[in-house]
C-alpha cells in the first residue's frame, strides 16, 4: 500500500520559514513527477512547486522564497519555505507519481498525502 505522509507544519509569524516533509512508502519515486500542492482557507488547491530528475517547477507566488528537494534514498520530498506571508497559509499536501496532464494539474496525480497545515500570523 502506497502512503505519503507529510510533516514539519505549523505556525510561524511572517518573515520566517518552515521546511515539509513528505515521506513515501510502498513504492518508490525517484523517476516520477512529485510535487506539493496548497489549499487556502476558503479556496481551491493550488499548484505550489514540483519536480522530476531533470527540472524544478514553481508557482509565480513562491518562486524565489520556496525550494523543492527530494531525498532518493529516504524517499522523501522536502519543501523549504523561507520568507513566509500571510497568504501562505493553507494546508500543504504532496502529491506524486503524475500519470497524465501538466504537472500543476492537480487531477493529473496518482497518490496524495493527507496534508500539513502550515498558518502564518502577521
Known amino acids: 500500500q502506497v502512503q505519503l505522509v507529510e510533516s514539519g507544519g505549523g505556525l510561524v509569524q511572517a518573515g520566517g520559514s518552515l521546511r515539509l516533509s513528505c515521506a513515501a512508502s510502498?513504492?518508490?519515486?525517484?523517476?516520477?513527477?512529485m510535487a506539493w500542492f496548497r489549499q487556502p482557507p476558503g479556496k481551491e488547491r493550488e499548484f505550489v512547486a514540483s519536480?522530476?530528475?531533470?527540472?524544478?517547477y514553481y508557482a509565480d507566488s513562491v518562486k524565489g522564497r520556496f525550494t523543492i528537494s527530494r531525498d532518493n534514498a529516504k524517499n522523501t520530498v522536502y519543501l523549504q519555505m523561507n520568507s513566509l506571508k500571510p497568504e501562505d497559509t493553507a494546508v500543504y499536501s504532496c502529491?506524486?507519481?503524475?500519470?497524465?496532464?501538466?504537472?500543476?494539474?492537480?487531477?493529473?496525480?496518482?497518490?496524495w498525502g493527507q496534508g500539513t497545515q502550515v498558518t502564518v500570523s502577521s
Open positions: 519536480m522530476k530528475y531533470y527540472g524544478t
Open positions: 502529491a506524486a507519481d503524475l500519470r497524465s496532464g501538466s504537472y500543476s494539474q492537480e487531477y493529473g496525480y496518482g497518490y
Open positions: 510502498g513504492r518508490t519515486f525517484s523517476m516520477n513527477t
